[in-house]
């Protein structure tokens, strides 16, 4: 796709893509020339599991220990790592991540609180966070439930830089 085509493909949007040269090649964005500001994001996702599997997680039954705590670390883990498997994010010292896990009727919802001061924001941090806890707690229980669903994941908000604060209208 060329750059032309890209930026009619976003119908409506207003900014070009910025990971693509004005000859439709991929590239990293160079953020040499901008200011470290402080950055915050947060992303939230669900995991749906079976009924069976939630009273399991929930008396401490699973064989392979404690689900939730080893999510909540594989998505701090994960967010550290983000530059080493999304191809072209910029690696970033992050100053805080936090992944909590909250019980829900059908399962559990994972948020990522994810800062830094820098360049560039860590929406993808955040996101990568919410991705890699979920699929740890699928890991976790896939010996009991491998019908585990997760979903939803999205950017809930982000603050900082240029373009200053975004909230998740729903």
Same mark, same amino acid.
């Given at each position: 796709?060329?750059?032309?085509?890209?930026?009619?493909?976003?119908?409506?949007?207003?900014?070009?893509?910025?990971?693509?040269?004005?000859?439709?090649?991929?590239?990293?964005?160079?953020?040499?020339?901008?200011?470290?500001?402080?950055?915050?994001?947060?992303?939230?996702?669900?995991?749906?599991?079976?009924?069976?599997?939630?009273?399991?997680?929930?008396?401490?039954?699973?064989?392979?220990?404690?689900?939730?705590?080893?999510?909540?670390?594989?998505?701090?883990?994960?967010?550290?790592?983000?530059?080493?498997?999304?191809?072209?994010?910029?690696?970033?010292?992050?100053?805080?991540?936090?992944?909590?896990?909250?019980?829900?009727?059908?399962?559990?919802?994972?948020?990522?609180?994810?800062?830094?001061?820098?360049?560039?924001?860590?929406?993808?941090?955040?996101?990568?966070?919410?991705?890699?806890?979920?699929?740890?707690?699928?890991?976790?229980?896939?010996?009991?439930?491998?019908?585990?669903? +997760?979903?939803?994941?999205?950017? +809930?908000?982000?603050?900082?830089?240029?373009?200053?604060?975004?909230?998740?209208?729903?």
């Amino acid at each position: 796709m060329t750059h032309t085509r890209a930026r009619k493909a976003s119908a409506g949007a207003s900014r070009v893509l910025s990971h693509v040269d004005p000859d439709g090649r991929v590239r990293m964005v160079d953020v040499t020339g901008k200011p470290g500001t402080a950055r915050e994001a947060v992303a939230r996702g669900v995991v749906h599991l079976a009924p069976a599997t939630i009273r399991l997680i929930r008396s401490g039954r699973i064989a392979k220990g404690d689900p939730l705590q080893t999510a909540r670390l594989a998505g701090i883990m994960a967010a550290k790592k983000t530059a080493e498997i999304i191809p072209l994010c910029h690696p970033l010292a992050l100053s805080h991540c936090d992944v909590a896990i909250t019980p829900r009727r059908q399962g559990y919802e994972i948020e990522a609180r994810v800062r830094t001061t820098g360049p560039t924001g860590v929406e993808m941090e955040a996101l990568t966070a919410v991705a890699a806890a979920g699929l740890t707690i699928y890991d976790m229980v896939k010996a009991v439930d491998r019908a585990v669903v +997760i979903g939803d994941i999205r950017l +809930i908000e982000k603050r900082g830089g240029r373009s200053g604060t975004w909230r998740r209208a729903t």
